[in-house]
T-cell receptor, first 112, second 113 residues
Framework: QQPVQSPQAVILREGEDAVINCSSS?????VHWYRQKHGEAPVFLMI?????EQKGHEKISASFNEKKQQSSLYLTASQLSYSGTYFC?????????????FGTGTLLAVQP | DGGITQSPKYLFRKEGQNVTLSCEQN?????MYWYRQDPGQGLRLIYY???????QKGDIAEGYSVSREKKESFPLTVTSAQKNPTAFYLC????????????FGQGTRLTVV
């Protein structure tokens, strides 16, 4: 079952903040986050391995709530370069740790 | 330079024809993946392989076939049984384990007319 991301799309002005959520109906063992520019390959942002773990990457950070089977990506003081589609990814679980499935995606547009 | 290469970037085929998309990696990764991307549907898993000569169906395997005869290569065939093959296809690879990030190719845009 594909993780569901919300919102589906968001438009920001430069300097504004955004939160992207990733929710799974199955247990999450780890969560990956990627960003894809239009027509390009997705690029890795970060991985969270433990429930409760939070990570930061410049002004982009993420949290992982294992009990709620959710992860959130936080973008603060957004820049034009943050525009793109964001995906969460998770190994499939049930022993199939190499089955990497991705969420429905969130399109982020940052305007001047 | 290490990386993952997909070819061709654009592909046009007539309806009813099989077509094979190439994916090669020199990262020495055990696991390889094929995803289909359609607007508003994210990345959907078609097939994945954890080791040479072994592969598993993903969520939308119908109408597709793969092979993994070499560690470096994981070609995807879109058969005539795939009802709506026009899409953007992405190949990825990663090392084994929960903490390993995926590396993606640049994608192949397939258009069936």
């Amino acid at each position: 079952q594909q993780p569901v991301q919300s919102p589906q799309a968001v438009i920001l002005r430069e300097g504004e903040d955004a939160v992207i959520n990733c929710s799974s109906s199955k247990a999450l063992y780890s969560v990956h986050w990627y960003r894809q520019k239009h027509g390009e390959a997705p690029v890795f942002l970060m991985i969270l391995l433990k429930g409760g773990e939070q990570k930061g990457h410049e002004k982009i950070s993420a949290s992982f709530n294992e009990k709620k089977q959710q992860s959130s990506l936080y973008l603060t003081a957004s820049q034009l370069s943050y525009s793109g589609t964001y995906f969460c990814g998770t190994p499939g679980g049930g022993g199939a740790t190499n089955k990497l499935i991705f969420g429905t995606g969130t399109l982020l547009a940052v305007q001047p | 330079d290490g990386g993952i290469t997909q070819s061709p970037k654009y592909l046009f085929r007539k309806e009813g024809q099989n077509v094979t998309l190439s994916c090669e990696q020199n990262l020495n990764h055990d696991a390889m993946y094929w995803y289909r991307q359609d607007p508003g549907q994210g990345l959907r898993l078609i097939y994945y392989s954890q080791i040479v000569n072994d592969f598993q169906k993903g969520d939308i395997a119908e109408g597709y076939s793969v092979s993994r005869e070499k560690k470096e290569s994981f070609p995807l065939t879109v058969t005539s049984a795939q009802k709506n093959p026009t899409a953007f296809y992405l190949c990825a690879s990663r090392s084994a384990g929960l903490g390993a990030e995926a590396f993606f190719g640049q994608g192949t845009r397939l258009t069936v007319v």
